[in-house]
């Protein structure tokens, strides 16, 4: 029997005029109800923020405030320890 991959994720990303620039808005869903779902959903909450936190830095010339390195295995995926500035882990 065939194990079959969970069934993707939606993310709609919406622009809008606002006063002064752009609105942003990131919706993720169609997360599943199980606990790895739930983890899922929270680590994917986290990873939103830090990348919009990131791009907001970058737009406004400044360096990014904090990202987090994330290793993927076959049993799920894993974040570092935020680092600040613009580190850059080694390639090994």
Same mark, same amino acid.
């Given at each position: 029997?065939?194990?079959?991959? @969970?069934? @993707?994720? %939606?993310?709609?990303?919406?622009? =809008?005029r606002?006063?002064?620039? +752009?609105?942003l %808005?990131?919706? *993720?869903?169609r !997360?599943? *109800?199980? $606990? &790895? #779902?739930?983890?899922?959903r929270?680590? *994917?909450?986290? =990873? #939103?923020? +830090?990348c919009? &936190?990131?791009?907001e830095? !970058?737009? =406004?010339? %400044? $360096?990014?405030?904090?990202?987090? #390195?994330?290793?993927?295995? @076959?049993?799920g995926? !894993?974040?570092?320890p935020?680092?600040?500035?613009?580190? %850059?882990?080694s390639?090994h």
């Amino acid at each position: 029997m065939a194990i079959l991959p @969970p069934p @993707p994720t %939606r993310v709609t990303i919406i622009l =809008a005029r606002a006063q002064g620039g +752009t609105l942003l %808005r990131v919706r *993720h869903t169609r !997360f599943g *109800h199980s $606990p &790895d #779902w739930a983890r899922a959903r929270s680590w *994917h909450k986290r =990873a #939103w923020i +830090t990348c919009l &936190d990131n791009l907001e830095a !970058f737009l =406004a010339g %400044r $360096p990014p405030p904090a990202m987090e #390195w994330v290793t993927c295995k @076959p049993r799920g995926c !894993f974040a570092s320890p935020r680092v600040t500035g613009s580190h %850059r882990p080694s390639a090994h």
